[in-house]
């Protein structure tokens, strides 16, 4: 599979151009990257031609930079587009690529992913998985990726997003898990912790058979891999919830996107929003198959 990585969009930090490396040395894969510069102009003139020729050098300065991180073992591309996003979208399906990456907004807490303009519109629209690395993002050359863990939800979707995780897995050659994540927080039982451990135990029950009938999907299917172990864990908030379930270095954590998971609304006061913020990991956005 190739991995895409795109680099000088909202940030020109090396976050996402490590993740790329490491997604693509994991499974022995193509890595390209790819730098989309944005051009306003749409008449050509001599003002137009002029501004051309300085997001192209712009463009290789980019790609320099980019070299460095990654090495010479990936393809450079420049492309230029009055939508980067679709310009990004549409170098994904020309590359055939199997995950596109992006790193996180400059503007956002370090050790955390922090969505910026072009990875929201990408999330928004990408039939493609889109990878975002934490801001800070850090890995030797020769790491790899260890393991995935397929974050699904208390839904029937849930089985589609465990798929796609499972199948990634094996083509990295990693373990996979399977987790819900559930947070407490203030309900309307707060004054009766009794009835709120009854709700939460009736909650852990369904999670538990749902996630019990995603696995068994699995066996339907040949080109996946499966789970060495499936969990649960709530808290009183998303830190505490996703931090429950530990995490070791090669992590990355893979959540379904809108109408396939978690995503019910993509980056509008949804529950992945606050997955995205918490997680300590990187985040693989699995896209709707429905």
């Given at each position: 599979m190739t991995i895409l990585a795109a680099y000088g969009l909202d940030a020109r930090g090396p976050e996402g151009l490590l993740l790329a490396r490491q997604l693509a040395r994991t499974g022995d894969q193509r890595l390209v990257v790819c730098c989309v510069m944005h051009n306003r102009w749409q008449l050509p003139t001599v003002a137009h031609d002029e501004h051309v020729r300085v997001l192209a050098r712009q463009a290789e300065e980019a790609l320099a930079e980019a070299r460095e991180v990654v090495g010479d073992d990936a393809e450079f591309v420049a492309r230029t587009g009055q939508s980067v996003a679709g310009?990004?979208?549409?170098?994904?399906?020309?590359?055939?690529?199997?995950?596109?990456?992006?790193?996180?907004?400059?503007?956002?807490?370090?050790?955390?992913?922090?969505?910026?303009?072009?990875?929201?519109?990408?999330?928004?629209?990408?039939?493609?998985?889109?990878?975002?690395?934490?801001?800070?993002?850090?890995?030797?050359?020769?790491?790899?990726?260890?393991?995935?863990?397929?974050?699904?939800?208390?839904?029937?979707?849930a089985a589609s997003v465990l798929l796609t995780a499972a199948r990634m897995t094996r083509a990295l050659g990693a373990t996979l898990r399977v987790a819900t994540f559930a947070v407490r927080g203030r309900t309307v039982y707060s004054h009766r912790p009794d009835a709120e451990d009854a709700m939460i135990a009736i909650w852990k029950e369904q999670a538990h058979e749902r996630q019990q009938a995603a696995v068994r999907e699995l066996s339907r299917f040949e080109d996946v891999s499966f789970p060495d172990e499936v969990l649960i864990a709530d808290g009183?908030?998303?830190?505490?919830?996703?931090?429950?379930?530990?995490?070791?270095?090669?992590?990355?954590?893979?959540?379904?996107?809108?109408?396939?998971?978690?995503?019910?609304?993509?980056f509008v006061g949804s529950t992945a929003t606050r997955i995205l913020r918490y997680s300590p990991v990187p985040v693989i956005v699995v896209p709707r198959t429905n």
């Open positions: 310009v990004l979208l549409a170098e994904a399906e020309a590359q055939a690529a199997r995950v596109l990456v992006c790193g996180s907004s400059a503007g956002g807490p370090w050790g955390h992913i922090a969505v910026g303009s072009v990875t929201n519109r990408l999330l928004h629209s990408s039939t493609v998985p889109i990878a975002v690395a934490p801001r800070g993002y850090r890995v030797a050359p020769d790491t790899k990726i260890a393991r995935v863990t397929a974050g699904t939800d208390n839904t029937e979707a009183r908030d998303w830190h505490e919830a996703l931090d429950g379930i530990g995490w070791q270095d090669g992590d990355v954590l893979a959540i379904g996107s809108s109408g396939a998971g978690l995503l019910m609304r993509v």
